[in-house]
C-alpha cells in the first residue's frame, strides 16, 4: 500500500495540475465514445494500451471478459452496458480478450478451478467457446489450444452481448459497432476480428477501422 499512497500523492503533486483543465471539464459529466469489455487481468491497462486520456473510454473489467447473454445473469456487466449504449450513447463496444489469460485456462481445464464455486459458475459462460475448441482443435498444441480459446471467447461474448435489448436495438439503427480484439501481453500487438476474412489479423497502422467492426448479425 506504501507504493499506492506514493502513487497517489505525485498524482495530486504532479499529475492532476498538468490536466487541470481536462479534469474540470470531467468534473460535471462524461462522454466516453467507447465502451472497453476486458478481463481484471492485473497486466491489463486498457488506458495505457489504446493511449486515451480520462473520459475517452468507459470500461468493464470481470475475469475472462464475459457478457453473460441477456436474462442469465442480470447484474453489474449488464446494467453498465445498458448504460454505456442508451444513456451515454457510446459509438463502438470493444471486447478484448488477452494471451495467457488465467480465467481462459479454467474454461479449457474447468477441472483446476472447481473448488472455487463462484469462479467455477461464472467461466461457465465460456463453456460456448470451450465446446467449439474441444470439438475443432483438440490437435493443437496446448499454447495454441489457449490462444484458440482466447479468440473463441471473444466471438462468443461478441454474440452473447448481441442479445442485450440496448446493444440489439443500437445495432439496428445503425449506431453502434461491436469489435473483437486480443491482446498479445508479449509483444505488444494486438489482433482484432475481420469479419470478411473470418479470422483475427494484426492491428497496424494502415488497418482500415471499418473492416475490423461489426453492426450486427453472424459472427
Known sequence: MKKIIEGLVKFQKEVFPSHEELFSQLATGQSPEVLFITCSDSRI?????TQTKPGELFIIRNAGNIVPAYGQAIGGVTGTIEYA??????????ICGHSDCGAMKGVLYPDKVA????????LHHGDAARAVVVENFSHLSEEEKLITLTEQNVLAQLRNIQTHPSVAGALQAGR???????????TGQVTAYH???????????SSEPEKLAFAGGKV
Do not use: C, M
Not at 473448488?115 to 461464472?122: D, F, G, I, M, R
Not at 469479419?195 to 497502422?205: L, W
Open 195 to 205: 469479419h470478411q476474412k473470418g479470422a483475427f489479423v494484426a492491428v497496424t497502422e
Open 45 to 49: 491497462a486498457p488506458t495505457l494500451l
Open 115 to 122: 473448488s472455487l464455486k463462484s469462479v467455477a459458475a461464472w
Open 176 to 186: 453502434l459497432r461491436l469489435h473483437g480484439w486480443i491482446y498479445h501481453i508479449g
Open 85 to 94: 449504449v442508451s444513456a451515454l450513447k457510446v459509438k463502438d463496444v470493444i
